[in-house]
């Protein structure tokens, strides 16, 4: 089992859709985790750390469940400029750092 | 406060040369992590490194590469005799501690 897995996707969705996406990790020892999202041939950026209360910011909330070992990524309202792909990335230990392989998203007008 | 700098951010070499990439963490940033992203595929995380010191190398591949970030100056990404399944974006991150990760615009690698 790989230690960071996404749904495969790609997401071909409606503008003003919403969106969810899974990841699920293998070691339960994992500490921090992260959602980035990655433009077509640029370099991945930060959309938003995941707490295990939960968060939120504008359109976007992140889940986060221990016990299931996974967290969720839900897009609102989608907007074109929402095409991307997005990673899910999980922390254990002070210096292990994995990426998920990412879902890709398109919103269609 | 400038971001991560990377370059070159295009760098064509022929099979067996070799390849250098920079990177310049953040100012502040003492962690650095190098990841490789072949085309149509995830980030591969290769290494992670302190000042003067490799701290995780499992990602990279037992020859040819090599990772330095030395006490002063820029980390290198040292690629020996390159070959075409070499040719990839490679990424270089900062971060101040083990949180948040600050990419760079990469370089993108050709072998000719």
């Known amino acids: 089992r790989k230690e960071v897995e996404q749904d495969p996707g790609p997401f071909n969705v409606p503008e003003g859709a919403t969106v969810a996406f899974n990841c699920t990790y293998s070691n339960s020892a994992s500490q921090s985790f992260f959602w980035y999202r990655q433009d077509c041939r640029k370099e991945p950026k930060l959309l938003m750390s995941?707490?295990?209360s939960g968060n939120e910011d504008g359109r976007f909330t992140a889940q986060l469940n221990r016990a299931s070992q996974y967290i969720s990524l839900l897009i609102r309202d989608s907007k074109l400029s929402d095409s991307a792909t997005y990673l899910c990335v999980v922390t254990f230990s002070y210096d292990k750092v994995i990426f998920g392989p990412g879902t890709s998203l398109s919103v269609i007008p | 406060n400038a971001g991560v700098m990377q370059n070159p951010r295009h760098l064509v070499r022929r099979r067996g040369q070799e390849a250098r990439l920079r990177c310049s963490p953040m100012?502040?940033?003492?962690?650095v992590y190098w990841y490789r992203q072949l085309p149509e595929e995830g980030l591969k995380f290769m290494v992670y490194l302190q000042k003067e010191n490799i701290i995780d190398e499992s990602g990279m591949p037992k020859e040819r590469f090599s990772a330095e970030f030395p006490k002063e100056g820029p980390s290198i990404l040292r690629i020996q005799q390159v070959v075409r399944g070499d040719s990839a974006a490679y990424f270089c991150a900062s971060s101040p501690d083990e949180g948040e990760q600050f990419f760079g615009p990469g370089t993108r690698l050709t072998v000719l």
């Open positions: 995941v707490y295990s």
């Open positions: 100012k502040g940033h003492s962690h």
